[in-house]
């Protein structure tokens, strides 16, 4: 059976003014009208996207800042930002920062934090829930402030991502990870990290959507 993603656009006219022109349209698209209330026309326009999906690309940005880092953003110790097409979805807490996003989709799956500077459970915690985390899911991991005291029961776990040695531990040291929680990695896989003064720790990446 064909199977493809559709992107619906739904163009608005009074009876009395003029529907939506299709000929503006590609070839590939299909046009369809229907009644919606008095007075009232749509045209519902469909784009089946059979190769890839309708939104094939995620914008990546991630930002460790440690509390010592110069250009960290004033007035705190540290902020983290994992924004994904523009929409920052990091807790903005103490240690790891974690974000999940299906590598299929696109959509924002979870969030979570481990207060890996002063939770003596954290790094377990942390090591637990990214091990759990199975298939094609991008995981995105930023510092903020400090993450480094009860790190170590964690870093096979980074590593299990995409995470590469070595991992600084040091204290407020920023780090920054994009991952794949699949077994075959992908090429954009990337990590980037400073030590104590000398971040943040930044990362810019465009990912492409895998199709089902």
Request: hydrophobic share 35%.
């Amino acid at each position: 059976m064909e199977s493809f993603w559709t992107l619906t656009v739904i163009l608005l006219a009074l009876s009395s003014g003029t529907e939506g022109d299709s000929d503006q349209y590609p070839a590939s698209w299909s046009a369809c009208s229907a009644s919606c209330g008095e007075g009232v026309k749509t045209r519902v326009i469909t784009q089946k996207c059979y190769e890839k999906p309708c939104i094939s690309f995620l914008d990546i940005h991630i930002r460790s800042e440690a509390c010592d880092d110069p250009g960290r953003v004033p007035g705190t110790c540290g902020y983290t930002y994992i924004k994904v097409n523009g929409t920052d979805h990091s807790l903005h807490l103490r240690g790891h920062n974690v974000v999940i996003v299906d590598s299929k989709t696109g959509s924002f799956l979870e969030a979570s934090v481990f207060d890996t500077h002063d939770d003596s459970s954290a790094g377990n915690k942390l090591r637990d829930y990214l091990n759990g985390i199975s298939g094609d899911k991008i995981v995105l991991v930023a510092i903020q402030d400090s993450g480094n005291t009860y790190l170590s029961p964690a870093i096979d776990a980074l590593k299990r991502l995409g995470a590469t040695d070595p991992i600084l531990t040091e204290f407020r040291s920023s780090f920054a990870l994009a991952g794949y929680a699949g077994a075959n990695k992908p090429p954009w896989i990337t990590q980037k990290q400073n030590k104590r003064y000398k971040g943040p720790s930044e990362i810019n990446l465009k990912i492409r959507l895998t199709q089902p």
